[in-house]
């Protein structure tokens, strides 16, 4: 298959999944990339999508189940950037009941890695960026047997953690991970 506009033109053309109101956007807007552009933004809460509607306009935002979606209408996007933000309520250290991979909410995460990414790159229209922002304890939920400072010491890996970077490896992605803190970016709170 022939390369889509955006991998010719070297363009990014992004698409935002778990977009709440719009701050992973925000972020690629403000980063001073030449041209880069948001194509589409996902979420399933419709007042985010209101309040993101009126910071970046009506035609981007779409109210969906982001477990339905797939690989053929994403390619029509020709996006060649991910920007997830999914939900951290399965890997925060702050929810004692917190079940990672296993909660219901992680389900459309991994339906994207598992379904969709795997369904694009078998069309050639994967994209060539993927920025996954989440809690640190996405690094270390799996396990509520050894305490969180065990994790953060010896960098074991949680289990969507894991599954994540084995999936992009095995689609040959080259990963990175940083755990960033907002005082680094001159932010006392966020």
Known sequence: MSMSDSQ?????????FYSGIGG???ALHRSGIPGATVVAAYDWDQTACQVYAENFGTDIVHKADIATLAAPD???LD????????SCQPYTVLNPSAKG???PRAQSFL???DNVLPGLSTLDMHPRYLLVENVAGFQVSGSKQTP?????IYRKDSTTRHHLVSALQKLG???AEFTLNPLQFGYSKL
């Open 24 to 26: 992973l956007h925000l």
């Open 79 to 86: 996006a060649n950037m991910w920007l997830l933000s999914p």
């Open 111 to 113: 339906h994207l890695i």
């Open 148 to 152: 969180i400072w065990h994790f953060l």
């Open 173 to 175: 992605y080259v990963t």
């Open 101 to 103: 991979a296993a909660d």
């Open 8 to 16: 010719r033109t070297g363009t990014i053309r992004a698409i935002e």
């Open 74 to 76: 994403l390619a029509k």
